[in-house]
């Protein structure tokens, strides 16, 4: 089983709409979550930390299911410029600060 | 702001040629990481090193080898590439221990193709 799975995608949506993205992680001994966001060509960016209490930045909301082990972010309002690969990546505490990163999910807003 | 440089955006080799990729970080991190990425498969980690002179292997490290002499300094090599190693390549950093533990920068990436 592998270590963080995301659905590939894509997803489109239009404009202004809300749309959530799942991560499921298989070892519930990970520790710290995180949401990467790639554009086309560009490498992996940090998009937000992922808390045990969730958290949000702006129209980005994250969420940590432990007893589930997923990850979840949810996009409110998007914009054009919300269009990217979004990679979610766990921790396990042994293993010297390495990422296991999903494969991402393609989302494209259209207008 | 933490800067992770790769030395080469855009690479073309032959089949059986030597290969450094080198990467350097600005901000005294502690982990270096080395990934490929390809369509549909996703990030997958190389090899990383997490102080001079220590590396260990990641998911898929053969074929490949690194080189950390320096702190600031992480090299790849492709002692004789392969069409199959043709793929971007993503050199990262990490402080850890410490404030933002985990939180990897990236480098903005090598595509070396392999002929």
């Known amino acids: 089983r592998k270590e963080v799975e995301q659905d590939p995608g894509p997803f489109n949506v239009p404009e202004g709409a809300t749309v959530a993205f799942n991560c499921t992680y298989s070892?519930?001994?990970?520790?710290?979550f995180f949401w990467y966001r790639q554009d086309c060509r560009k490498e992996p960016k940090l998009l937000m930390s992922?808390?045990?209490s969730g958290n949000e930045d702006g129209r980005f909301t994250a969420q940590l299911n432990r007893a589930s082990q997923y990850i979840s972010l949810l996009i409110r309002d998007s914009k054009l410029s919300d269009s990217a690969t979004y990679l979610c990546?766990?921790?396990?505490?042994?293993?010297?600060?390495?990422?296991?990163f999903g494969r991402g999910t393609q989302l494209t807003v259209w207008p | 702001d933490v800067k992770v440089t790769q030395s080469s955006r855009y690479l073309v080799k032959r089949t059986g040629e030597k290969v450094f990729l080198e990467c350097v970080q600005d901000?005294?991190?502690?982990?270096m990481f080395w990934y490929r990425q390809d369509p549909g498969l996703g990030l997958r980690l190389i090899y990383f090193?997490?102080?001079?002179?220590?590396?260990e292997k990641g998911d898929i490290p053969e074929g490949y080898s690194v080189s950390r002499e320096k702190k600031e300094r992480f090299s790849l090599i492709l002692e004789s590439a392969s069409t199959n190693q043709t793929s971007m390549y993503l050199c990262?950093?990490?402080?850890?221990?410490?404030?933002?533990?985990?939180?990897?920068?990236f480098g903005a990436g090598s595509r070396l193709t392999v002929l």
């Open positions: 990546a766990v921790t396990r505490g042994s293993t010297l600060g390495r990422l296991y």
């Open positions: 990262a950093s990490s402080l850890y221990p410490g404030s933002g533990a985990n939180v990897l920068t």
């Open positions: 901000m005294d991190h502690e982990n």
């Open positions: 090193s997490y102080d001079v002179k220590m590396k």
């Open positions: 070892n519930s001994a990970s520790q710290s």
């Open positions: 992922v808390y045990s």
